[in-house]
């Protein structure tokens, strides 16, 4: 079935850096876009970033664009999400999604905690 386990969330000061990782599986993952999400406390999930099949195209939202990348390598079935500059407001719990035959798979996510 598929899987998808994000990895590499932490603490980390304001202005740190930090590499998100989720590692998929049950599906051809060079076959579909992948995205990252973020839901802080209290607020609702949020569209961070995406990516395409190939990794050709990818978006983000405009409060974390110039400082977030997303990428993807299709020989390991991973999904990456360099993040920069990271301010406090960046602070949620980070999950990797994907849509396949009109099915929402989400990971469990991973924290992210930025401290001023």
């Known amino acids: 079935q598929v899987q998808m386990v994000e990895s590499g969330g932490g603490l980390v000061q304001a202005g740190g850096s930090l590499r998100l990782s989720c590692a998929a599986s049950?599906?051809?993952?060079?076959?579909?876009?992948m995205s990252w999400y973020r839901q802080a406390p209290g607020s609702e999930r949020e569209l961070v970033a995406s990516?395409?099949?190939?990794?050709?195209?990818?978006n983000y939202a405009n409060s974390v664009k110039g400082r977030f990348t997303i990428s993807r390598d299709n020989t390991k079935n991973t999904v990456y999400l360099q993040m920069n500059s990271l301010k406090p407001e960046d602070t949620a719990v980070y999950y990797c999604y994907t849509w396949i035959g009109r099915v929402n798979y989400w990971g469990k996510g991973t924290l992210v905690t930025v401290s001023s």
């Open positions: 049950g599906f051809t993952f060079s076959s579909y876009a």
């Open positions: 990516i395409s099949s190939a990794g050709c195209s990818t």
